[in-house]
């Protein structure tokens, strides 16, 4: 299957600190990409999908200016967490789907964000 | 409003015999459904895949079944295995217009294979 990469793997940032994490799509162009928060023991929850050269769209419920999303090119995504809180903390995780595939997203590894 | 339902959290099975994950939905217009495995602090991996059109896709060791009635579907592993030991996830793909596509997960069942 399609691979995707994430960076950092882990991330501890203190209180009011912005952290961005990257999404690569490493043997394909992704013109759309998927972000994800996990919270423990909870299932996958999307957060906004990411669309290269416009805007994400942002699921009911996630701020849009807390988490800034920007999709520069076909193979890189990012996800900024702005003046991030301790509940902020949580295991984020993007995908990408391979183009001539119906319907099959490919996870990145994720990244665990922990905020102090 | 939970639209994918996974309601058992963990299921044991012995290594050799099949392992059984169930999962419910509640939107009708659901065209595909996915199962992912997922290993802790790893994303999820693509196992199989089923259109709304079938009630079932083979893929080695997984099956997959589908009974649209009853809004229902089935993940079948066969022999299961020690490295099958993993959380298992049910997911859905609805279309949100203009082309653009999501998945909606369930909860995750843990599945244990015993040696």
């Known amino acids: 299957g399609a691979v995707v990469s994430q960076h950092p793997s882990r991330v501890i940032c203190k209180s009011g600190t912005s952290v961005k994490i990257e999404c690569r799509s490493l043997d394909f162009q992704a013109t759309t990409m998927f972000w994800y928060r996990q919270f423990p023991k909870k299932s996958l929850m999307l957060m906004a999908t990411s669309n290269e050269g416009s805007k994400a769209t942002y699921e009911q419920g996630v701020e849009k200016d807390k988490f800034l999303i920007n999709h520069a090119s076909l193979t890189l995504s990012t996800l900024t967490v702005t003046s991030a809180h301790p509940e902020d903390s949580s295991f984020y995780i993007c995908s990408a789907r391979e183009p001539g595939r119906v319907v099959a997203q490919y996870f990145g590894p994720g990244t665990r964000l922990l905020v102090l | 409003d939970q639209q994918v339902k996974q309601n058992s959290p963990s299921l044991s099975v012995q290594e050799g015999r099949i392992s059984i994950l169930n999962c419910d939905y509640t939107n009708s217009m659901f065209d595909y459904f996915l199962w992912y495995k997922k290993y802790p602090a790893e994303g999820p991996t693509f196992l199989i895949s089923?259109?709304?059109?079938?009630d079932k896709n083979e893929d080695g060791r997984f099956t997959v079944f589908l009974n649209k009635s009853a809004k229902h579907l089935s993940l079948h592993i066969v022999p299961s295995q020690p490295g099958d030991s993993a959380v298992y996830f049910c997911?859905?793909?609805?279309?949100?217009?203009?082309?653009?596509?999501?998945?909606?997960f369930g909860q995750g069942t843990r599945l244990t294979i015993n040696p």
């Open positions: 997911a859905a793909s609805v279309q949100v217009g203009q082309g653009a596509q999501k998945l909606v």
């Open positions: 089923i259109s709304s059109i079938k």
